[in-house]
């Protein structure tokens, strides 16, 4: 059996391969090591897992190959689980550069579902999807039996249209799918374009950082040791045939962006400057998860409370080369 993870260089694969080859599972990842953001803490991760003889990488575009080619038939016939993270992150940035959207989650959503459709074993397909796309609603907490028609950005829409891809695909080949819709995930080895980790930065270096106007403005933070422990379930649960499933993966307990600036100033030991800008329209005020469907369906909870996490990912980012 083996288990392919796209986006294995990316903040949330990096850690959920460690995980699985840490359970003695054979992991294949792929990744296009774009330059989003500072490729080294991308390799530097990579490196960590290439450590490990389970697992195995190849450096591909999703959108540009034919994965299939790059396998023979019994690294194809083994592949069981198709953990699906490659996308191009980032709400404010789809702002300037909408097309990258399109590209990585439309097309390389239906590239990573062709490919996978057509594996002789797969037993189900696991994908990244968002909070972004509660979009514009306001009634809290954000449920999965939510309508969500009203994306407050390129980035939100293209997830949302990825779900309703892989829908299409259950109904069209029947094959087992659960989207996950993360929110705001954070900690060590992080992604250096997120508000918590360009917020250290700046505390660090003396700069002045941009905070959001708003009365509420509020995220569900999410740890990722959390993170991946909710992914692990969903990979150790046996989906029904017809499963075309959307589980919310967050905290359940939103935070002030201004009380994540005072923990950073805590735990780094320096105060931080701001300036306040009015919010951007493709940032929501508040996100907040129910987690009601993925306690009952997989048994999952998030255990680690914001002032604990912030800690850690404080204590890594003082001793890391992101400064
Ligand atoms: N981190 C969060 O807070 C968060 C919240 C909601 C949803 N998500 C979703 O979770 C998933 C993982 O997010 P992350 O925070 O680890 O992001 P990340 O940017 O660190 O990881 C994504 C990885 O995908 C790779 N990639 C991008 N386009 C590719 C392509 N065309 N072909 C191959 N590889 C490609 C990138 O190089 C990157 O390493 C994404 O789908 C993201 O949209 C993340």
Redesign the pocket.
């Known amino acids: 059996m083996s288990i392919l993870v796209?986006?294995a260089?990316?903040?949330?694969?990096a850690r959920v391969c460690q995980a699985l080859l840490e359970q003695g599972e054979c992991v294949i990842g792929?990744?296009?090591?774009?330059n989003?953001y500072n490729t080294e803490l991308?390799k530097e991760r990579l490196s960590i897992l290439l450590s490990n003889k389970l697992f195995s990488f190849n450096e591909?575009?999703?959108?540009s190959v034919d994965l299939s080619s790059f396998f023979d038939k019994k690294q194809l016939n083994d592949i069981n689980f198709v953990i699906h993270?490659?996308?191009?992150?980032g709400v404010r940035h789809s702002m300037s550069v909408p097309m990258d959207f399109v590209d990585?989650n439309i097309k390389?959503h239906i590239a990573i579902l062709e490919f996978s459709r057509k594996l002789a074993n797969i037993k189900h397909f696991i994908y990244?999807s968002?909070?972004s796309v509660y979009g514009r609603n306001t009634a809290l907490p954000f449920r999965e039996s939510d309508r969500v028609d009203h994306p407050g950005s390129v980035y939100a829409a293209s997830?949302r249209a990825a779900e309703l891809i892989s829908d299409c695909y259950q109904h069209l080949y029947g094959l087992p799918q659960t989207g996950l819709r993360?929110f705001?995930?954070y900690g060590p080895w992080g992604?250096p374009d997120?508000a918590y980790f360009k917020f250290a930065q700046a505390i660090m270096r003396g700069e002045t950082l941009t905070l959001y106007n708003g009365k509420h403005l509020s995220r569900d933070f999410t740890y990722i040791d959390d993170v991946v422990d909710a992914v692990l379930k969903v990979v150790s649960f046996s989906p029904p045939v017809d499963c075309a499933r959307i589980l919310n993966v967050g905290n359940n307990s939103p935070e002030s962006v201004l009380y994540l600036v005072n923990l950073l100033e805590k735990f780094l030991k320096k105060p931080a400057f701001i300036s306040v800008v009015s919010r951007p329209a493709a940032d929501v005020e508040t996100t907040w998860a129910s987690v009601d469907a993925i306690k009952e369906i997989v048994g999952w909870e998030p255990k680690t409370s914001f002032d604990d996490g912030i800690e850690k990912f404080s204590t890594w980012f003082i001793r890391s080369d992101y400064l």
Do not use: E, H, P
Not at 9 to 13: D, Q
Not at 60 to 63: A, E, F, N, R
């Open positions: 796209t986006g260089a990316g903040f949330i694969g792929i990744d296009n090591l774009n989003y991308k591909i575009d999703l959108t993270f490659a996308a191009q992150a990585t390389g990244a968002s909070s997830k993360f705001t995930v992604r997120m």
